[in-house]
């Protein structure tokens, strides 16, 4: 997960207390969210056996509509060079059969018109079903769901749920609430629904709660983060070399600081990248589990950000934990290293590409900070899910997968063209080059909603800016022979509840050691701390779901 | 309070003991009375030129410290995101002047309905709210009736004892109120604070007046009507205020409460807004680029803050007027 | 406000105020405090109007403030939402001892209450003394527009007011570029956490004490200016007016904000700290409600939470009451009076 949501959430910071809440949720406790409480165990504290995922996943059947320029390597993210001139049209008909469904998403984004809106009205009858929107805050959806999971009539017949606001014991939500989609799609069943069919087994992997397929994904990227710098700047000056290791970014960094310059931004999620810091638990050759906090890896990482932060090559504002900023600051040449996430890079090219036509900005090639060769941990391979509310009327659960299956229309479709830019001429319009380019009105009534119900496997189509769409994903390839599953990868695990709170203690200290506030011995005083009060318990626990597997 | 500054208690006295109006017309107005300089009071001495001149530094300092930053946050509201990158942050120097910000937040029709019932949630709500708050402070302001300290401690507890957000939704959801209007208003209709500050005021009015005006056979009703309240506009209004300005900017409430986007109130649509161009966790190079050249980051958000302020800044004269000095006599015992 | 005797005394209400016991509300204007001798029914009858006006508010908070208030039952559960509170199984106080027995609780209890102090001191006379500043503001037209100037701030969200004060006094703030180019360097006032209390008073200083006058403002109001008149004549000067006059105008309304201040003694800028946490550290910056917020509410643990706010609540009713008790010493009303 990168830190874009942290930053842009701190700096929206509502005027009351409760939406805060949530988006520290997101943000600040991102590690700890996603790795303390969003993971779910089928059945509980008690039954962390994980059940049969086998025998709930769907069978993977890619369709190609539209060969890619760049065809992924290693699971990297297929990118296009151009827009295909004819799109595929995969539905026929509309494949609902005129029911009416609510669907709660989140947003962050201006809340388009729900009424007499010409994208949903031209979306719901293309897909045959009338999908009536409850479109909800994303930086306070954390607090909206686990209110409306508490209230049984209150939860929609659709409801998307983001990993990051899973809340703790989702898993009597889900067996309560929410339908089994076992028997819908499992194995050849989904056959079915060939848009769906053509979602990796990974994925479905990370929708399967206690055995049963429960879930509809928005799949991921199996690299989330990089660290970026600004190519322009750096080749105007003269720098053209990567660097090979964490020295000699420490030098660069250095040499960049000067006057009302400073090289870099808070770089701590970059340091945990270029240590390979495993995301939550590492499985040692002996079949034990070390914890994050434990390993050599974090220990060098916090070294690495401390050092950075003791030369002095961290902007003052990041010091000042001044998070919001951070894309302005990195932008505007202030600081010229900055780790973001890596979807962060297309939209400062939207950003800036209008006004600075030379802006540039270019992930590191990955390396290790001892030099060897990096380790990278694979992202989730969903980080949004949908869920349907149990219905006593299988035709019901039928038609929403049909629905489903529409909206996992792939690109180069004219399914995804509508769901993604709206109609042609009223939404957007294509220039010289094939690009759709938005209208006002496309502004105002096509916002993200559809995608967060079903989305197809992520290609990176910006054409629009160029080069962009090859860097990307020659980058991407290159970085993905490094990418490594992590212990647990795919699985939903729930923790006890009690255990979620034992991370809180090394975020702080992350942003502590880092700027010299305390010291590595307190880093061994937190781990004792954490091994007496639950760390122990939470090893143990994990260690059966392992010995289970 | 019990100072010998004798005279407020004979003046009082002196009041036709109903009419707290025509004590107050009764009285030559101060305010026009001859005087040296135009708005100092006869009796009052002239200031020293020592004294002028803190009070005109402090003063112009305080004023200073909130004007700039403020210019700070219209000029970035009047930016481009190229001036905001350029400033790198909060842009203190403008360099081309813009309104698009402004014109993206208020384009469409969607900001106006949501205007529209914002006004009508303040309206209501703050009648309401303000209304009860009255009765209730005024019931309690006999310091000797039947009940009051059970009660004033009935109000004391909701200031420390919050109730869960999840219990709260259950009992809205289970009144049927969840997607209505009410939902927003009923609850939190009532702050003891404000209970308490009305009592506080109420019962510094001179027992004096009420009780001449029972002796007349005024029941508690009219004596509120016809004396507490025209003697407590300053505090009506502030509470008044207190509760519009909590209703005018509540959303908290509305994100959880109001399903049907097109009954959300204002501030819940102006943070969409100011959430715009955040990016997804992992959501990577995403389909989605709905980007089309608009303002985004800083410009919109600081126009969202200035939107935000300027309803207070037309509300607040009203409020203002009552602070006048010197509007109503008696109303503070001796 | 307690001592003067009021002459007249005509209807049940009349009697003057420093008779004690509820029993003193008897018609007779004369007198020591009798024995209790209306009956109950007697007496709701007499102040049934009374009683009635405050029937809505009574309403109101019994539905939407006690009936979710009885939620609070979770801290002595293992709360689960999808299970409900009738279902979920009761612990007893476990809730209550991964409170107490988490030292983190103890550092942010400390916290909360060093900066409690310290705004007492130098946070709350502020507003008292600025409205007084303004009331002594003769000309009417600046009176008024200092006034509508300085309660904007109020409007800002903390993520505003931090970032403005990181833009100015930051450590690549327009101060810093001034003091550097003058020769000094190496501060930064917005990352120590030496003076992180200064910071978070200023911050709270600069957003909140112009609106904090209103109350002031309307009190002052109701100051008979006959008062200042008579005063001057019995030779009173500036400063023996307001002391003698306008401080004990102020002075009931200032007690009881003090009295709910010190209530909420255990509640300090939660946005304001949690913004700048990062900044300082958890050290100085953890107070209680952040504590519950990182340790529960964010993990989704109700109970927890709901333990730690019964406890916040006991500790600031008891403060209340105490401090109360404390104002009836010193003759004040207070929140309520001593029957």
């Known amino acids: ?549 | 309070m019990s100072t010998a500054l004798g005279p407020d208690g004979a003046a009082t006295a002196t009041h036709p003991p109903v009419d707290a109006a025509a004590a107050g017309s009764a009285r030559p107005d101060p305010r026009r009375r001859p005087r040296r300089s135009k708005h100092r009071p006869v009796w009052e001495e002239r200031p020293t030129a020592l004294g002028t001149g803190a009070k005109v530094i402090v003063l112009a300092l305080i004023v200073l410290a909130v004007v700039y930053p403020l210019y700070t946050v219209i000029i970035t509201s009047l930016s481009t995101t190229a001036a905001v990158t350029q400033a790198g942050g909060l842009v203190t120097v403008p360099t081309e002047v813009t309104t698009a910000a402004y014109r993206q937040i208020l384009a469409g029709g969607i900001v106006t309905r949501a205007t529209l019932v914002s006004i009508g949630i303040t309206a209501v709500g703050t009648l309401l709210s303000t209304t009860v708050s009255i009765l209730c402070a005024y019931g309690l302001s006999r310091p000797t009736s039947f009940g009051h300290r059970p009660i004033l401690f009935v109000l004391l507890i909701t200031m420390f004892f919050g109730a869960g957000m999840i219990p709260t939704y259950l009992l809205v959801s289970n009144l049927g109120l969840i997607d209505t209007y009410w939902s927003l208003i009923l609850p939190g209709a009532v702050s003891a604070f404000n209970v308490l500050l009305l009592r506080n005021f109420f019962m510094g009015i001179d027992p004096g007046i009420t009780d001449a005006a029972r002796i007349d056979g005024a029941g508690e009703w009219r004596v509120l009507g016809q004396i507490v309240l025209p003697m407590s506009k300053a505090v009506t209004a502030v509470v008044a205020l207190f509760y519009g300005v909590g209703y005018w900017n509540a959303f908290f409430n509305a994100m959880l409460y109001i399903n049907d986007n097109a009954k959300w109130p204002l501030q819940l649509v102006l943070r969409s807004y100011v959430l715009q161009g955040v990016t997804l966790p992992g959501s990577g190079v995403g389909q989605v680029d709905v980007a089309t050249g608009a303002v985004t980051g800083l410009p919109v958000k600081m126009a969202v803050m200035v939107l935000a302020i300027i309803p207070v800044l037309v509300v607040y004269p009203f409020v203002q007027r009552h602070f006048t000095k010197g509007v109503i006599f008696g109303a503070i015992k001796g | 406000m307690t001592t003067r005797t009021v002459p007249t005394d005509v209807t049940d209400h009349a009697e003057p105020v420093d008779r004690s016991g509820p029993g003193g509300a008897g018609p007779a204007p004369t007198g020591p405090p009798r024995p209790r001798r209306r009956s109950v029914w007697t007496r709701i009858k007499r102040d049934r109007s009374l009683l009635l006006m405050t029937v809505p508010v009574i309403v109101l908070l019994g539905v939407f403030a006690y009936v979710p208030m009885l939620g609070n039952v979770i801290a002595w559960q293992d709360y689960s939402p999808y299970v409900g509170i009738l279902d979920s199984p009761f612990v007893g106080w476990w809730n209550f001892e991964r409170v107490f027995t988490n030292p983190l609780f103890w550092d942010a209890v400390r916290n909360t209450l060093v900066i409690t102090a310290f705004q007492l001191v130098f946070f709350f006379p502020i507003p008292i003394a600025l409205a007084l500043l303004l009331n002594s503001v003769i000309t009417p037209a600046i009176r008024t527009t200092i006034q509508s100037v300085v309660y904007l701030p109020h409007f800002f969200s903390w993520v505003l007011v931090v970032t403005i004060f990181q833009q100015l006094l930051g450590g690549a703030g327009q101060l810093h570029r001034i003091l550097e180019g003058a020769g000094f360097s190496g501060f930064d006032i917005m990352t120590n956490p030496d003076t992180f209390l200064l910071l978070i008073t200023a911050q709270s200083v600069w957003k909140d004490a112009g609106w904090g006058i209103i109350i002031f403002l309307a009190a002052l109001s109701t100051v008979d200016p006959a008062l200042y008149e008579a005063s001057v004549m019995d030779g009173a000067n500036r400063w023996r007016r307001m002391w003698h006059i306008t401080l004990p105008a102020l002075r009931p309304v200032i007690i009881l904000l003090l009295i709910l201040r010190l209530g909420d003694a255990l509640t300090v800028g939660f946005e304001q700290l949690i913004l700048q946490r990062g900044a300082v550290g958890a050290g100085v910056a953890e107070v209680l409600d952040t504590f519950v917020y990182y340790q529960g509410v964010i993990n989704g643990d109700w109970s927890f939470a709901a333990a730690a706010g019964l406890v916040k609540g006991i500790v600031s009713l008891i403060l209340v009451l105490g401090a109360n008790k404390i104002a009836h010493v010193f003759g004040e009303a207070g929140v309520y009076k001593r029957a």
């Open chain 1, 1 to 549: 997960m990168n830190m874009n949501l942290d930053s842009d959430a701190t700096r929206v910071l509502p005027l009351n207390r409760r939406s805060f809440l949530t988006l520290l949720g997101v943000g600040a406790a991102t590690p700890a969210v996603l790795a303390g409480c969003s993971s779910e165990a089928p059945g509980g504290a008690g039954d962390p056996s994980g059940g049969d995922v086998t025998s709930a996943l769907p069978d993977y059947i890619p369709i190609d509509y539209v060969e890619p320029d760049f065809p992924s390597v290693n699971g990297s993210t297929a990118g296009y060079a151009t827009i295909p001139t004819d799109l595929v049209q995969v539905f026929d008909a509309p494949p609902g059969s005129g029911s009416e469904f609510t669907a709660m998403t989140p947003l962050w984004g201006a809340i388009p018109p729900t009424e007499g809106n010409q994208y949903f009205d031209a979306v719901n009858a293309a897909i045959g079903s009338t999908i009536q929107f409850q479109i909800s805050d994303g930086n306070a959806y954390g607090d909206k769901l686990a209110a409306v999971l508490a209230s049984e009539r209150d939860v929609p017949d659709w409801v998307s749920i983001p990993t990051w606001n899973i809340p703790p014991r989702f898993d009597q939500a889900v067996e309560a609430l929410f339908e089994d989609l076992t028997p819908f799609l499992a194995g050849s069943a989904v056959e079915k629904y060939p848009n769906l069919a053509n979602i990796p087994t990974d994925v479905w992997k990370f929708c399967v709660f206690d055995g049963q397929l429960k879930a509809l994904p928005f799949p991921g990227e199996i690299i989330t983060d990089a660290i970026f710098y600004r190519d322009d700047v750096l080749e105007a000056e003269g720098y053209t070399g990567q660097p090979a290791n964490g020295q000699e970014l420490l030098d660069l960094a250095k040499e960049l600081t000067g006057g009302d310059r400073w090289a870099a931004n808070d770089l701590w999620n970059s340091s945990v990248i270029i240590h390979g810091v495993v995301p939550k638990w590492r499985i040692n050759d002996d079949g034990t589990l070390t914890h994050r906090v434990e390993t050599d890896e974090y220990r060098a990482a916090l070294e690495w950000n401390a050092a950075l932060f003791a030369q002095g090559s961290v902007h003052p504002d990041a010091v000042a934990d001044n998070s919001g900023d951070a894309k302005t600051r990195f932008e505007s040449g202030q600081v010229l290293i900055s780790n973001d996430g890596v979807g962060g890079w297309h939209e400062a090219l939207g950003r800036q590409l209008a006004s600075n036509p030379t802006y540039s900005q270019r992930p590191f090639t990955p390396f290790a900070a001892d030099g060897g060769t990096p380790v990278l941990w694979k992202g989730n391979p969903a980080n949004i899910f949908s869920f349907l509310k149990k219905n006593s009327d299988p035709a019901k659960i039928e038609e929403l997968l049909a629905v489903a299956d529409f909206l996992a229309s792939p690109f180069g479709t004219t399914e995804f063209e509508l769901i993604n830019f709206g109609l042609e001429d009223l939404h957007f319009s294509v220039d010289a080059n094939g690009l759709p380019v938005a209208t006002e009105l496309a502004a105002t009534e096509v916002q993200p909603t559809y995608i967060f119900l079903t989305d197809p496997p992520v290609v990176n189509a910006k054409v629009q800016y160029p080069g962009f769409v090859e860097a990307f994903c020659t980058w991407m390839a290159d970085a993905a022979q490094y990418v490594n599953d992590p212990a647990f990868f795919g699985m939903q695990i729930t923790e006890p509840t009690q255990y979620a709170s034992l991370a809180q203690p090394f975020e702080d200290l992350e942003k502590d050691i880092s700027r010299g506030r305390k010291s590595m011995a307190d880093l061994d005083a937190a781990i004792e701390t954490w091994k007496t009060s639950g760390g122990e318990e939470l090893r143990a626990f994990y260690t059966d779901i392992l010995d289970a597997q």
